[in-house]
């Protein structure tokens, strides 16, 4: 194990996360809010602490699997715990168990939150709060590798721990450009949803936090009525859209940038979300018209709550805990599969979806015709055989832990078959409202500390699609050779 | 640059390395699906998998805007193929491997209407190599530059020579002619000397001269240098083929083993000169029966690293003035060159170089023109010539003003001008129109003025 190497990339990490505290705490300052004294401590610990750890020789730059996940692993977690800090230090949020629960949210992109009254928190911890959904969404580690010249071949095994989906592919030779123009897709998302909302008569603050909460898809609101309390249509058509947009693979996005206009056509997973997406919203639509009286406005509600839910953005214009039991089963899948890969979304990822798809019409043929040789293949490319079994494989592990974290807050809580199975989806799926008591409407406060520690690694697990983050408490890792 | 390499064998995975850290954008298109997952986990460069003949397949690696094609796939029709496609796509540059001595020979005349702008072929480059090792007897390694007008030869240094425990500065006086220790490799170190530095036993020294010049370090050494005569050869594979052709009328005489009836006599019709035996080249016995032991040189050329690497250390272990054993797979030459044979070479390395040489070449400045590159010891120190031009900075005047503005680690070797090879003193100075050999430890140099230091260099302008 090169520990030289994890220290430094801990230690890059570290710095980045101390310039966005930083950020945090210019907007506090801006804001005229009384809570910037909360980001001091955390700055100077990214700073005095990440510092030294950039100067750590290693004999060597090269690293393996082993330590890219290492990596990836420790980031998200060292990450989680100083993003803890701001909360703690001011006294906003007393229990430090609800602080990382809180942090964790942000980073994962998930948007749960304990906090009854959001409003009560100053409006630079809210800052922090919502920006921390930016960091998360793209990744911290793609960013460092963006900002700081890593050397060695390895970092695509960071770009691999950290990104979603199947095989995260480079859209230029180098790794530095990649991720630069990866971020650069990312910014400039970012720059239209902000100008929109801005055009739409948000405030800039305001605008500026629904971007964080809607590119990174991660959904925390910062007002106690969320995004319908505004009373702002074309907002919400902004925001409804974009979460959208931003569950699709930037590297799309990117293509298209670059001349292949018809890329999203040609991308099957991409294809197959929308279809699938647009499909549940026919249905919701019809199965909600009694309560809306009219197609319109059932379609929009339809529409934005399916975009939220299925973007795990986790936005609500509507209390859909109050919708019939088909709409909610639907939005229910919705929330299990998620976006796409390589975008900012959780979920189990579409692509999955259509892997499993064409791996169960294979066998079906096997079955019939047992001498038949069949590749599964997805955009005319045969996936290997490992890669098939890998996301069988990931299929039943993902179970496994959702089942695993619903039977644990099951037994902690004692709280109903709903609201707990929705919490464990919706944090290991990383959308944040779930149904029951943690409703839209409400929250995780009525959790208990130990059941807000599973749900805090469920989240964690389910950006880091599992591996990276489930690795690093097994003991294998750490055995030498 | 923007480089593709189809291909991503053993050279195209080698080359790709080198490229890419030299800051190339580097593609690599193959259609296996192990290997392209083993370099893109390993390698900062993009993998494509696909057949590289494909025009689809290339057009998706960015063949339109590429400035390099460098084919290295196993057959050479792939790879001529390969190239007459790229070029038709828009690439601007082409290289192919051609193994085959025949086509090897006739490409010379069709390189143009096939679009291939350079053909390498290792085997070739390989049995140069060890023709130049045979005749410089007493020395490891020898490149020549300036058109074989200077050499730069590698020699161990042995507790006989009375160099070991002496300072570059106290010998120098005493050599009969003028020549320059430009490096030295001790362990896995590589060190370009200054005046106090101290050598050791068993450090391997580069000079740098005049051949005439170098030859006489080689009697101040007080090794015999004889003309070797009968030379030894395990393995009758292209390069033993191409070595005898190249060496034929020199007076040496070739004795070669091979295992494999039908290639000995297809080598009798081939090379009608050596003496083929027919048998096993790693086997003692056979070697003892064919008279190792009378031999002048060992040269393994079998297609199995270990089998040459065996038979070059029984070689050695007999006391043959000259070894020279080929290796293929292994990477690290540094963990080889422990083993105490005299020249160990590797055709990939090779062939990396002279692309990478090539690659250079098209990157730098038409006047302060690139030509040619010897890499010592993994990458580490670097010998390159170049020609100065118009552009060079600090034109006439003299090095000792210029030791602030030459790059730390980086040595002028030695300029050649018309038919004087000048080692350089304080008081000379680089003309328009000089061959510059330097030696680099920083890496990377594609033209002469990248020796001087930028920042004084901008601070003064």
Not at chain 1, 96 to 104: K, M, P, T, Y
Not at chain 1, 267 to 277: D, H, I, L, P, S
Request: charge should be negative; proline fraction near 3%.
């Amino acid at each position: 194990m090169n520990y030289g190497i994890i220290a430094r990339t801990l230690g890059y990490v570290m710095m980045v996360e101390g310039s966005f505290l930083s950020l945090s705490a210019v907007a506090s300052l801006l804001t005229g809010a009384s809570d910037v004294g909360s980001f001091y401590p955390p700055i100077l610990l990214c700073v005095l602490g990440g510092y030294p750890l950039t100067r750590i020789k290693s004999k060597s730059d090269r690293f393996f699997v082993k330590e890219g996940l290492m990596i990836a692993g420790l980031s998200w977690l060292v990450m989680v715990v100083i993003g803890a800090l701001p909360f703690y230090i001011g006294g906003h949020i007393p229990s430090f168990v609800d602080c990382l629960f809180e942090s964790a949210s942000g980073f994962s992109t998930t948007g749960a939150s304990i906090l009854t009254d959001v409003e009560a928190l100053p409006r630079g911890l809210l800052f922090w709060r919502s920006l921390t959904h930016w960091l998360g969404g793209m990744g911290v580690l793609v960013l460092m590798m963006a900002l700081v010249p890593l050397s060695g071949g390895s970092s695509l095994l960071l770009m691999r721990a950290e990104s979603t989906g199947l095989d995260p592919g480079k859209v230029v030779p180098r790794m530095r450009e990649t991720a630069r123009r990866l971020y650069t897709v990312y910014i400039a998302l970012s720059a239209i949803v902000l100008v929109a909302l801005l055009l739409c008569g948000m405030t800039f603050y305001d605008a500026a936090l629904t971007m964080f909460g809607t590119v990174g898809t991660g959904g925390f609101a910062h007002t106690n009525t969320g995004i319908g309390g505004f009373n702002n249509l074309p907002a919400e058509i902004v925001v409804g859209v974009f979460m959208f947009v931003c569950s699709v693979n930037f590297g799309i996005y990117y293509q298209m940038f670059t001349g292949q206009r018809l890329a999203f056509f040609k991308n099957t997973e991409a294809v197959v979300y929308t279809a699938m997406v647009g499909a549940v919203v026919l249905l919701i639509s019809f199965n909600i018209l009694p309560i809306y009286g009219s197609l319109s406005a059932a379609l929009h509600q339809a529409a934005f709550q399916a975009s939220s839910l299925v973007s795990t953005t986790g936005y609500a214009t509507a209390n859909f805990d109050l919708w019939p039991d088909l709409s909610r089963a639907l939005l229910m899948v919705l929330m299990f599969m998620g976006g796409c890969a390589g975008s900012t979304a959780g979920g189990f990822k579409a692509i999955r979806v259509v892997v499993i798809y064409k791996a169960i019409r294979r066998e079906i043929n096997h079955i019939l015709h047992p001498r038949r040789v069949q590749g599964v293949t997805v955009d005319d490319r045969m996936l290997s055989e490992e890669m098939v079994r890998g996301v069988l494989l990931f299929f039943a592990l993902y179970v496994a832990l959702l089942v695993g974290s619903f039977l644990l807050v099951l037994m902690i809580d004692g709280l109903d078959l709903l609201t707990s199975f929705s919490s464990a989806l919706t944090c290991i799926s990383n959308v944040g409202p779930a149904f029951g008591l943690a409703g839209p409407m409400g929250n995780f406060s009525m959790f208990s500390g130990y059941s807000k520690l599973v749900l805090t690694f469920t989240m964690m697990a389910g950006r880091l699609e599992l591996y990276p983050f489930l690795l690093l408490f097994s003991p294998a890792m750490y055995k030498k050779g | 640059m923007y480089i593709i390499v189809v291909g991503g064998g053993k050279v195209g995975y080698t080359l790709a390395q080198s490229l890419a850290i030299e800051n190339n954008d580097v593609v690599i298109v193959d259609s296996d699906d192990s290997t392209i997952r083993r370099t893109s986990e390993s390698l900062d460069v993009m993998t494509i998998r696909g057949n590289g003949l494909s025009a689809a397949v290339l057009r998706q690696a960015g063949v339109t805007d590429a400035d390099l094609v460098i084919a290295v796939m196993d057959s050479d029709e792939t790879n001529i193929v390969c190239c007459l496609t790229a070029k038709k796509l828009g690439a601007k540059h082409t290289i192919a491997r051609i193994r085959d001595p025949e086509y090897a020979l006739e490409l010379g005349d069709l390189k143009d209407d096939f679009g291939i702008d350079m053909v390498i072929n290792p085997e070739l480059q390989a049995a140069v190599k060890i023709s130049h090792v045979l005749r410089f007897a007493s020395a490891v390694d020898v490149e020549t530059f300036a058109g074989g007008r200077v050499e730069m030869v590698a020699f161990k240094v042995l507790p006989t020579d009375g160099l070991a425990g002496r300072a570059i500065a106290d010998i120098t006086p005493a050599l009969p002619e003028p020549v320059l220790i430009c490096a030295v490799e001790r362990g896995d170190e590589v060190f370009i000397p200054g005046g106090s530095f101290v050598l050791e036993e068993k450090d391997k020294i580069h000079i740098i001269g005049k051949p005439t010049n170098t030859t006489a370090f080689s009697r101040f050494l007080k090794r015999p240098d004889k003309r070797l005569r009968n030379v030894m050869i395990v393995g009758g594979s292209r390069i033993a083929v191409y070595l005898i052709k190249h060496m034929t009328g020199t007076g040496m005489h070739f004795k070669l083993i091979e295992q494999s009836e039908n290639r000995c006599t297809h080598l009798c019709e081939l090379i009608p000169d050596a003496t083929i035996i027919l048998g096993d080249g790693t086997d003692e016995a056979v070697l003892e029966s064919e008279g190792i032991r009378g031999m002048d040189a060992f040269v393994a050329l079998t297609d199995r690293d270990e089998e040459n690497l065996i038979a070059g250390l029984y070689a050695t272990h007999l006391g043959l003035p000259k070894v020279v054993a080929k290796i293929n797979r292994i990477g690290s030459m540094k963990v080889v060159d422990r083993l105490g044979i005299d020249s160990v070479l590797s055709p990939r390395m090779l062939t990396t170089d002279e692309i990478i040489r090539y690659v250079r070449a098209l990157g730098s400045s038409q006047d302060s023109g690139f030509e040619s590159l010897y890499r010592i010891v993994d990458d580490k120190v670097e010998a390159l010539e170049f020609i100065a031009g118009e552009s060079t900075r600090y034109l006439g005047v003299p090095l000792r003003a210029l030791t602030d503005r030459i790059m730390p680690g980086t040595l002028i070797a030695t300029i050649v001008r018309g038919d004087k090879t000048i080692i350089p003193l304080g008081g000379d100075a680089i003309e328009q129109g000089d061959r510059v050999i330097v030696i680099t430890g920083t890496g990377s140099l594609s033209d002469l003025n990248d020796i001087f230091r930028r920042d004084v260099f901008r601070s003064e302008v």
